[in-house]
């Protein structure tokens, strides 16, 4: 096999995998699945990845780190706390907007197994750490000057996190409650990414008594 077809298997059987355990989940996808999707034999799977568990671990890893670096890639940029933070919103909606099976994967994965989270902490070294510290002495310095009420990073971080992810976690009961158009959604998410800047950006606002 030339480097060339082994590359593409190995990218072939990362692809399959990672569809199908992001519409089924780690219990409820074999190797057996992949390898008959991918159109090889399963043990070029086990060639490449070992087991089935090291397979998902590479997409877990790979995946949350993309969830994650949404939110620090517009840290270097030199402009205003404000303006910056906006930013950050739509490219983390982005983010799920181009993996809108993200949320629940993570959600329903770290439910079912606990440990797998903190071994994948523990292998995201200090990325959570330079996201958040960044964001917080940021922040912290608005709140200083009087630009931004007193509120923590946390809260801060929450609000952004489930604004834009109901968005996509609701789609289908919202689709089905109210009969809108698969296009009309659409139309929804992009003003749905606006307002929820809209609301975080007001939600700081110093609050005078």
């Known amino acids: ?61 790979k995946k949350i780190k993309f969830f994650i670096g949404s939110l620090f890639k517009i ?58 510290n960044q964001m917080k002495n940021e922040l912290e310095a608005e709140i200083k000057k009087g630009n931004i009420r007193p509120m923590t990073i946390y809260d801060l971080l929450m609000s952004i996190v489930s604004l834009n992810i109901v968005a996509f976690i609701a789609e289908p009961i919202f689709k089905t409650i109210t009969k809108i158009s698969d296009e009309e959604y659409l139309k929804l998410l992009k003003r749905r990414k606006k307002e929820n800047v809209h609301i975080i950006l007001n939600s700081l606002k110093p609050r005078f008594t």
Do not use: W
């Not at 199908?20 to 992949?34: A, D």
């Not at 994965?109 to 990325?127: C, F, I, T, V, Y």
């Open 1 to 61: 096999m030339s480097i060339n077809t082994e590359q593409n298997m190995e990218q072939a059987i990362l692809e399959t995998a990672t569809k199908l355990f992001l519409e089924k989940g780690f219990r409820s996808t074999s190797t057996t699945e992949i390898a008959r999707e991918v159109g090889c034999n399963q043990a070029l799977v086990h060639y490449y990845y070992r087991t089935k568990e090291r397979l998902f671990e590479a997409i877990f890893e």
């Open 75 to 132: 840290d270097h940029e030199d402009i205003p706390f404000e303006k910056k933070l906006a930013r950050k919103i739509e490219s983390h909606f982005d983010a799920i907007k181009e993996e809108p099976k993200l949320p629940l994967f993570f959600f329903n994965e770290a439910s079912s197994n606990p440990s797998r989270l903190q071994q994948l902490r523990d292998k995201l070294g200090e990325l959570p750490d330079l996201v958040v």
